[in-house]
């Protein structure tokens, strides 16, 4: 009887690793081809398909830029909007956050509740109005009109509010009042080094989402030179490179190998991050 | 301890400040801009004439087969895509977790299978795009296995559009959706599961029993976010094919008739407002009736 439950387990378990490695390949195989894609001629492209790399990274790239696809620029517009968009909303995530746990004020619960529902609330109600209002001041087509609304992220504020009630530590507030701290510089010296790790899980989240944001910035950007990367992937698909299926496979390698390499590196924080966030609902 | 004659816990209302400012400013005026411009025939060709014209938008909305359809389609991925989404990642959640199997390295199995879920929609799009585009690798994979008898303009065939955009939606999100299942099934108590094993349950009944009705909250956050983000459906059916949802408008939703709109010639923002306000009153309505309908059983 239990040898029986013992070999009943055992088919199981072969079952599920199967299954596990049918996924694995369905989960890998786009990226890879296009990893290896990137590196290979149109020529051989057409030829067939091959999982090895071969050694045209550098001509792929020269036929990107000589259609007139500015890769650089397009990667520092993106990084620079993504950047300053995660500054903001980790630093005043974690600013309103600290305000909500730590002080009792009349109206605490209200602005509570009402984070809740704002980060329900789809950016499809608040875009349009968003540019009409932006064309007014003239402030379409800038840099500012993507990176300004992270100040409100409800989204890192909820993050931070759980991440903090589980490290705030009263006494050391209190011992930083002793000594004649300020409140901000309680925030600022003692409270956010604290949160630190926290602050990571929640950079990384906010880096991800607007290096991958198109909606926005399509809608927002007009010149050529101020296109992030998920505009110059909208380009890509376009005519000009129709036939140039090395280039094409290149342009996407170059977006997303940025985030490959982090996750790599921060899988453990994300996916962290990730179960954190949903648990504590 | 006061300073300035502030009250200590009256700081808060410092701390909170810039984000209520930075939420009038950025958040709330323009989704009060976005529901008067929906009452309006607001272009932005003359943005000096705006007129209100009451329900108009909604009414042209709901005679047009194209926001109809555009809704429609909105739907049918979004399901096909949440079904096997949430099935499969409750079935590797229930496997992870499984003290009986005791799968090896689960954390780098869910680590590869959440990849997608970083990749930047648009670029992954265009991949696909390209992969099966009609002389790309899917096309000379089919046909060299003998698969296929010729090259086949797989993206000129609605259902193949349709079954490509709910494809990559469940690859780009069921690796995220294991995650969270699995950090609520950690978080059920083990002891439940020994009491049920001494009183001789199976592990079917295990799973009906006590997963399930104490995952509840996790499967309604995870069902709700879900909906949420497949109403606004956007880069993937915009950039598979011609960003007009071809073929046939199998793919078109409501986003991109939204972007459609207020990328017209003459950018009718006003219609384009209009079709945002719908869908956000569809949306809360069915998340709200969620709520309720899962709530009331308690």
Do not use: C
Not at chain 1, 57 to 68: A, P, Q, R
Not at chain 2, 9 to 14: A, F, L, N, P, S
């Amino acid at each position: 009887m239990f040898k029986n439950y013992t070999f009943q387990t055992n088919i199981l378990r072969a079952v599920v690793y199967i299954v596990l490695f049918v996924l694995l390949i369905i989960t890998i195989i786009p990226i890879w081809l296009l990893l290896v894609n990137a590196t290979r001629s149109t020529v051989e492209i057409q030829q067939g398909i091959s999982l090895f790399p071969s050694t045209h990274l550098i001509e792929n790239y020269h036929l990107i830029v000589s259609k007139g696809l500015d890769m650089p620029r397009g990667f520092g517009n993106s990084l620079y909007v993504s950047l300053a968009t995660t500054v903001l909303s980790v630093y005043f995530g974690m600013l309103t956050a600290y305000g909500i746990v730590v002080y009792d004020f009349p109206g605490k619960k209200l602005f509570n509740n009402f984070i809740v529902v704002l980060v329900m609330i789809p950016m499809q109600l608040s875009i349009i109005g968003f540019y009409q209002y932006m064309s007014r001041f003239g402030l379409t087509d800038t840099f500012a009109a993507l990176i300004l609304p992270s100040i409100a992220s409800a989204g890192s504020v909820f993050f931070a509010k759980q991440y903090l009630e589980s490290i705030v530590i009263n006494e050391l507030i209190d011992a930083g009042r002793i000594d004649g701290a300020s409140e901000l510089g309680i925030f600022h010296r003692i409270m956010f080094p604290l949160a630190m790790p926290g602050a990571v899980t929640m950079a990384i989240f906010a880096f991800v989402a607007s290096w991958n944001n198109f909606f926005n910035a399509f809608i927002l950007l007009s010149s050529i030179e101020k296109y992030t990367l998920p505009m110059l992937v909208q380009t890509l698909r376009g005519d000009v490179y129709r036939t140039e299926y090395g280039a094409i496979y290149l342009g996407l390698a170059i977006t997303i190998f940025p985030i490959i390499i982090m996750y790599a590196l921060l899988s453990r924080y994300i996916v962290n991050g990730l179960a954190m966030g949903a648990v504590k609902e | 301890m006061a300073f300035l004659g502030i009250k200590r816990d009256h700081y808060g209302y410092i701390f909170i400040a810039p984000f209520i400012i930075g939420f009038l400013l950025f958040g709330l005026y323009p989704v009060y801009n976005t529901l008067y411009l929906s009452f309006t025939d607001a272009t932005l060709l003359s943005p000096n004439s705006i007129n209100w014209v009451g329900l108009k938008n909604f009414s042209r909305l709901f005679a047009d087969n194209t926001f109809m359809r555009a809704v429609g389609n909105t739907w049918l991925i979004w399901i096909l895509n949440f079904i096997p989404q949430i099935g499969i990642a409750m079935l590797l959640s229930v496997w992870f977790t499984s003290t009986r199997l005791r799968i090896k390295a689960v954390g780098v199995w869910r680590a590869i299978f959440f990849l997608p879920n970083l990749l930047m929609p648009a670029a992954v799009a265009a991949l696909f795009f390209s992969l099966f585009s009609f002389y790309g690798p899917v096309n000379q994979f089919l046909v060299r296995a003998g698969l296929l008898p010729e090259d086949m303009q797989f993206l000129q065939n609605k259902t193949v559009a349709r079954g490509l955009v709910v494809f990559i939606q469940w690859w780009m999100w069921f690796g995220q959706t294991i995650i969270i299942l699995m950090a609520g099934m950690t978080s059920i108590s083990v002891s439940l599961y020994e009491a049920a094993m001494v009183d001789g349950a199976t592990a079917s009944q295990m799973f009906w029993r006590i997963t399930v009705p104490l995952l509840k909250p996790i499967l309604i956050y995870i069902f709700v976010t879900s909906l949420v983000g497949g109403m606004q459906m956007f880069d993937i059916p915009y950039l598979l094919t011609d960003g007009r949802g071809s073929p046939a408008g199998s793919i078109m939703t409501n986003n991109i008739l939204m972007y459609l709109k207020f990328a017209s010639s003459k950018g009718h923002i006003g219609a384009a407002s209009s079709v945002g306000v719908l869908v956000f009153i569809m949306t809360s309505v069915v998340a709200l009736g969620i709520f309720y309908f899962l709530r009331e059983k308690d």
